[in-house]
């Protein structure tokens, strides 16, 4: 499987972001995915999973405000984040997760910058 996010950028705080994960290869062995973030000098953390059977879950710190979605006929999974903040700053990347349990595979970063 193969993961390519977009859409990362800078916006001013309160604005708007959407980001988008296209995934190819073996997209039938995919359990769920998701979106992390790492901020400078931080750990990287969740964001936000959205499951083969569309159950989500979030971050404390991004509901209400972030939305992820599935596209299932474009392979493509999608981070709608509204209301940004400037601890959103982050470098966000996508995250497939396989069924069996063991293999996890991870896209390139992109990254958004939000300016108070």
């Known amino acids: 499987v193969q993961l390519q996010a977009s859409g990362g950028g800078l916006v001013q705080a309160g604005g708007s972001l959407r980001l988008s994960c296209a995934a190819s290869g073996s997209i039938f062995s995919i359990k769920a995915m998701g979106w992390y973030r790492q901020a400078p000098g931080k750990q990287r953390d969740l964001v936000a999973v959205?499951?083969?059977?569309?159950?989500?879950t979030y971050a404390d710190s991004v509901k209400g405000r972030f939305t992820i979605s599935r596209d299932r006929a474009r392979n493509t999974m999608y981070l709608q984040m509204d209301s940004l903040k400037p601890e959103d700053t982050a470098v966000y990347y996508c995250n497939a997760d396989h069924f069996n349990g063991r293999t996890v595979y991870w896209g390139e970063g992109t990254l958004v910058t939000v300016s108070s």
């Open positions: 959205i499951t083969s059977g569309g159950s989500t």
